[in-house]
Nanobody, 126 residues
Framework: QVQLVESGGGLVQPGGSVRLSCAFS????????ISWVRQAPGKQREGVVC????????HYAEFARGRFTASRDNAKNTLDLTIDILKPENTAVYYC???????????????????WGQGTQVTVSS
């Protein structure tokens, strides 16, 4: 059974940075596309970034290009997300999600996922 465990959230001041980590276990990491998805208060979930092992590609949502940086570590089975120059509108629960047999994210991230983590809260406030 696939498990996804997020860590690294918390209360951060505007302008600061946060590094989130997603740990994957229970299956072959290489067989999955892994994503960070967020849900802000009162809003629907939206994808932030996704990655696939097959072509080692990363696909960022338009809003995430620039201050969001993802890194996949295939040896540790993790996908980290660093957010720089945090703004209050970045406040959200950030989820890690996995989609099986999704070979490439060059054309975009999955529309649905097979597994979700429990999420980690990021609150940007002074």
């Amino acid at each position: 059974q696939v498990q996804l465990v997020e860590s690294g959230g918390g209360l951060v001041q505007p302008g600061g940075s946060v590094r989130l980590s997603c740990a994957f276990s229970g299956a072959t990491f290489d067989d999955y596309a892994i994503s960070w998805v967020r849900q802000a208060p009162g809003k629907q979930r939206e994808g932030v970034v996704c990655t696939s092992r097959r072509d080692n590609s990363l696909h960022y949502a338009e809003f995430a290009r620039g201050r969001f940086t993802a890194s996949r570590d295939n040896a540790k089975n993790t996908l980290d997300l660093t957010i720089d120059i945090l703004k209050p509108e970045n406040t959200a629960v950030y989820y890690c999600a996995a989609k099986s047999y999704y070979p490439s994210v060059v054309a975009g991230c999955p529309d649905s996922y097979d597994y979700w983590g429990q999420g980690t809260q990021v609150t940007v406030s002074s």
